[in-house]
C-alpha cells in the first residue's frame, strides 16, 4: 500500500477551471512538499508546508496542510495548459529525518 | 544559479557494466539525496549523503549499489554488474543545511536515465 494516497489518479479539466488535487498519510506529516513532473522529466519544486494549517500560494496554484497535519491539498485556479503535468506530493513522515516517501502521483491534463 | 545538475543525462549499459550517475548539487547545499523512479512505479528514496557522509542508506538495495559525496566534486551513484531490473530514472535532490534540525526544501535535478540492455 502506498504510504501517501493522492486523490485522483487523473484529472481531465477544462481550460480556464479550477481543480484541487489531495494527498492524504496515515501518520503525522512533519514536511510536506508539492512537486510538478512533465512526462520524462525532472521534478519542479512548487511548495512545502511544515505547520499544521498552514497555506501558501504562488501565482494560480496554493496548497495547505490541514491542522492536524495527515493531508494536503493543492489547488489551481483558472486552470492553463501549461498546468498540465504529474504533479505529485512527497512527505517527510520521521521528525527530524530528511528522506521524503511520494504519493503515486496525479496526471493533470488541461483541454483547451 | 544553476540549479541541480546531473550527468550524463541519457546512460545506456549492457548487462554485467559498471553504471556511475553524477550529481551536482545547487550551490550552497550541502545535502544530497538519490531517488529512483522505477517505470510505472513512483519515485523511491535510495540514499541520502552530506560531505564525505552517508546518512541515511535506507532506501539502497544491499548489494551493487553505492553512493558518496566527497568533499570536492559531485555526488556518484554507482551500481556494478548492472541487471535490466535496474533501468529506471535516477534523480538526485539537494537542500541547503537545516539549523534547527527541520526538514527544509529540496530541489531536484532533470535525472538520468539508465536503460540496460
Known amino acids: 500500500s502506498q504510504e501517501l494516497e493522492q486523490s485522483p489518479q487523473s484529472l481531465i479539466v477544462q481550460e480556464g477551471k479550477n481543480l484541487t488535487i489531495n494527498c492524504t498519510s496515515s501518520?503525522?506529516?512533519?514536511?510536506l512538499y508539492w512537486y510538478k513532473q512533465k512526462y520524462g522529466e525532472g521534478l519542479i519544486f512548487l511548495m512545502m508546508?511544515?505547520?499544521?494549517?498552514e497555506e501558501k500560494s504562488h501565482e494560480k496554484i496554493t496548497a495547505k496542510l490541514d491542522e492536524k497535519k495527515q493531508q494536503s491539498s493543492l489547488h489551481i485556479t483558472a486552470s492553463q495548459p501549461s498546468h498540465a503535468g504529474i504533479y505529485l506530493c512527497?512527505?517527510?513522515?520521521?521528525?527530524?529525518?530528511?528522506?521524503?516517501?511520494f504519493g503515486q502521483g496525479t496526471r493533470l491534463t488541461i483541454n483547451p | 544559479n544553476a540549479g541541480v545538475m546531473q550527468n550524463p543525462r541519457h546512460l545506456v549499459r549492457r548487462r554485467g557494466q559498471e553504471a556511475r550517475l553524477r550529481c551536482s548539487p545547487m550551490?550552497?547545499?550541502?545535502?544530497v539525496y538519490w531517488y529512483r523512479q522505477l517505470p510505472e512505479e513512483g519515485l523511491k528514496f535510495m540514499v541520502y549523503?552530506?560531505?564525505?557522509?552517508?546518512?541515511?542508506e535506507s532506501g539502497m538495495p544491499k548489494e551493487r549499489f553505492s553512493a558518496e559525496f566527497p568533499k570536492e566534486g559531485p555526488s556518484i551513484l554507482r551500481i556494478q554488474q548492472v541487471v535490466r531490473g535496474d533501468s529506471a530514472a535516477y534523480f538526485c535532490?539537494?537542500?541547503?543545511?537545516?539549523?534547527?534540525?527541520?526538514?527544509?526544501?529540496?530541489?531536484f535535478g532533470p535525472g538520468t536515465r539508465l536503460t540496460v540492455t
Open positions: 501518520k503525522t506529516l512533519y514536511g
Open positions: 549523503l552530506q560531505k564525505e557522509n552517508i546518512i541515511d
Open positions: 535532490a539537494s537542500s541547503p543545511l537545516s539549523s534547527s534540525g527541520r526538514a527544509t526544501e529540496q530541489y
Open positions: 512527497g512527505a517527510v513522515r520521521i521528525q527530524g529525518a530528511q528522506k521524503l516517501v
Open positions: 550551490k550552497g547545499h550541502s545535502h
Open positions: 508546508l511544515q505547520k499544521g494549517g
